[in-house]
């Protein structure tokens, strides 16, 4: 707690203010600097708000919000600079007012929400806690540093299936307690709105549903075309709820068969040993040729996959040694659309696989999965990622069928798609691995039967597969014959690091890019981290003429927080 006996008055504070001294019209970063010096322990005073009126109405014509949500958006943009996520009771600390006080304003948040100026958040150490948190999206920073209002991206689909992905990261986003069942309810209508020509989107409005049941149908057809789950738990359908009592309304009129879904014929009971299941529900036929005819949908359960859109990969330049540069702009030329159909062409005629299988290998924080993020963006080819840790657990007792599913279901969306996705195998380290010999425990022919299923996949593969990992001492030589390309990924040498630090900072001094460069053996990952903290530094500080002893300081803490992870088993 700060010592609010040594708090500056108002007066004091304004002595202090820095003058714009630029050509034309004030900043509104400059505008939002002045505001938060001003803001901090301010009560929320009147006399605060007179004397900060000409900062708050610069970003509030400048982002079409009202004073308030100005006042709060600063608050809340400060305290996240400290590089952890915001409560209101920090916000309600930092400001000197009190939690019942704040709870008056509870709408503006809301409303900062729905713009997309915050996000709401929760870390997997409060997954039961009830708190809300807040960031501020670097989308919203950027806007900011350019002096350009923040206008919320679109949610403009080329395709049905891209709809159903970003349906399902709105849903998902309401499932961990990032946005409330409002703002989730908001931005699906957006979503349909945006994307009323998509043949989908057509049928749906022609049931004439409510927007409610038009997001129950439509998640029903998520998991079915993504997902491959034909019916789904009455536990699945609560995620789409905040309120207990609506939910347990909702729930008990589908279990009774008295919901509209049910009585027209959309939705029915699960069927099970012959009989009629009250726990688990399903598109009827009827619903699935009228909804989803075009997709070739195979149903599967337990397969743990999500597809990333190429769209939704933000650009990001990437630095590496001659070697691996060259690979990969080999592997960059043949993703685009024209030279792998000719090559896909080319090896048919030849009789040889048309599958290209690799694996990108190294220390962690090279740059292993950003390069695949990089590669699809480039090539227009979205991502189906399987990420082995989550599936593994589900493996046992259908471990045949769970890998084929995941295979067959990357076949499935190939056939759907313009161009084929990427199959990513993320840290892909628990199944390249030695096969055991002689295996006599069943969690061991449980996982040698994985591998010989993945092995006889990957022969017959027609697409693009990368599997990343960061070991390979112990990779089966079965594995190794496989993948067509492996590029090994190595921490950046000093040449590497000098253009690292001089593109991310292109003002620093080449003498200070040297230094950095040697004195601090970084992968690009932690170059990266540390960039980041300066430059909101600047952003919220302004810029200081000599910038080496502050990145020399983010740098050992950087260390040290590398160190003290690597002790405690943190990889």
Avoid at 387 to 416: L, M, P
């Amino acid at each position: 707690m700060r010592n609010h006996f040594m708090v500056p008055s108002l007066k004091e504070k304004l002595k202090t203010l820095p003058k714009w001294s630029g050509e034309g019209e004030m900043t509104m970063l400059f505008a939002i600097n002045c505001l938060v010096v001003l803001s901090e322990d301010s009560e929320l005073s009147e006399e605060f708000l007179k004397a900060a009126d000409v900062y708050i109405k610069r970003v509030a014509e400048g982002q079409n919000l009202s004073a308030m949500q100005v006042v709060l958006f600063a608050a809340i943009m400060e305290k996240d600079a400290t590089g952890r996520n915001v409560d209101m009771g920090e916000v309600a600390n930092f400001l000197r007012c009190n939690n019942v006080l704040l709870l008056q304003y509870q709408a503006d948040i809301e409303e900062l929400l729905k713009r997309g100026f915050i996000c709401r958040c929760r870390n997997q150490e409060w997954e039961t806690s009830r708190e809300n948190r807040y960031i501020v999206p670097g989308e919203v920073i950027e806007a900011l540093t350019k002096n350009q209002r923040f206008v919320p991206p679109s949610y403009k689909c080329e395709k049905d299936l891209e709809l159903f992905q970003r349906f399902f990261g709105i849903t998902h986003r309401h499932y961990r307690a990032e946005m409330s069942r409002d703002l989730m309810m908001f931005n699906i209508q957006r979503l349909l709105e945006e994307n009323l020509s998509l043949p989908f989107v057509k049928r749906l409005k022609k049931l004439g549903l409510s927007l409610e049941d038009e997001i129950i149908v439509t998640h029903f057809c998520r998991h079915l075309v993504i997902d491959g789950e034909e019916s789904l738990d009455m536990d699945n359908l609560a995620t789409l709820y905040d309120d207990r009592t609506a939910c347990s309304y909702f729930l008990s009129s589908l279990e009774d068969g008295e919901h509209q879904l049910i009585t027209r014929g959309i939705l029915e009971h699960n069927f099970e040993d012959g009989y009629a299941s009250h726990e688990s529900l399903r598109l009827t036929d009827k619903a699935i040729q009228k909804l989803l005819k075009g997709f070739k949908i195979h149903l599967h359960k337990e397969v743990n996959s999500g597809m990333i859109g190429h769209k939704d990969v933000a650009p990001k330049k990437l630095f590496f040694c001659d070697n691996v540069k060259k690979q990969l702009d080999g592997l960059s030329d043949l993703m685009a659309d024209a030279q792998f159909k000719k090559i896909c062409s080319r090896m048919k005629q030849k009789g040889l696989r048309q599958g290209f299988i690799c694996l990108f290998y190294g220390a962690p924080g090279t740059g292993k999965t950003e390069t695949v993020m990089q590669l699809a963006r480039e090539s227009g080819r979205d991502i189906f990622m399987v990420n082995i840790s989550d599936v593994r657990s589900k493996w046992v007792g259908e471990s045949e069928k769970n890998i084929k599913a995941i295979f067959n279901h990357y076949r499935s969306v190939a056939q759907c798609s313009k161009l084929k996705p990427i199959l990513l195998f993320n840290e892909a380290d628990a199944i390249i691995g030695k096969r055991r010999e002689g295996a006599q425990r069943s969690v061991d022919k449980m996982e040698n039967t994985i591998q010989n299923i993945i092995l006889q996949e990957m022969e017959t593969f027609e697409g693009i597969m990368i599997a990343t990992t960061n070991l390979v001492r112990n990779m089966d030589s079965a594995f190794e014959r496989r993948f067509l390309y492996k590029v090994k990924f190595e921490k950046p040498d000093v040449t590497v690091r000098q253009h690292i630090w001089k593109q991310m900072i292109p003002d620093l001094s080449d003498s200070s890019v040297a230094d950095l460069a040697r004195t601090y053996n970084f992968s690009g990952g932690q170059i990266e981290n540390v960039v980041r903290k300066h430059t909101v530094n600047n952003i919220l500080y302004g810029e200081v003429a000599d910038p080496l002893p502050h990145l020399r300081s983010y740098c050992d803490k950087e260390t040290l927080e590398t160190v003290r992870r690597n002790k405690i088993g943190f990889k």
